[in-house]
């Protein structure tokens, strides 16, 4: 009975770790002035950061990769300034 519920467990935590993050309901949740770690807390980490400066300004575009979309925020500073959701690449 043990190993079963562990296994079910283990089951239930792959299951969630393979859903995707990246989804129009988690994109809607976003709004201009959030930091970056709220945003952190609704997808993640992300796949992909790239970004640059000039003196106290600084600019950063960060990028999510899901199974059916990809979601693109850039921060001025640590904050939204604007986002972007698109199908991702079906190739």
């Known amino acids: 009975?043990?190993?079963l519920r562990a296994?079910?467990?283990?089951?239930?935590?792959?299951?969630?770790?393979?859903?995707?993050?990246?989804?129009?309901?988690?994109y809607a949740k976003l709004?201009?002035?959030?930091?970056?770690?709220?945003?952190?807390?609704?997808?993640?980490?992300?796949?992909?950061?790239s970004g640059s400066g000039v003196g106290n300004l600084t600019m950063s575009s960060e990028l999510w990769e899901g199974k059916e979309h990809r979601v693109t925020v850039t921060f001025a500073g640590d904050r939204i300034v604007l986002k972007n959701i698109q199908a991702a690449d079906t190739q």
């Open 7 to 26: 296994t079910a467990a283990v089951a239930l935590l792959l299951l969630l770790s393979a859903c995707s993050k990246v989804t129009p309901e988690n």
């Open 31 to 49: 709004e201009s002035g959030m930091t970056r770690e709220e945003v952190y807390a609704v997808l993640g980490k992300p796949d992909e950061v």
């Open 1 to 3: 009975m043990i190993r």
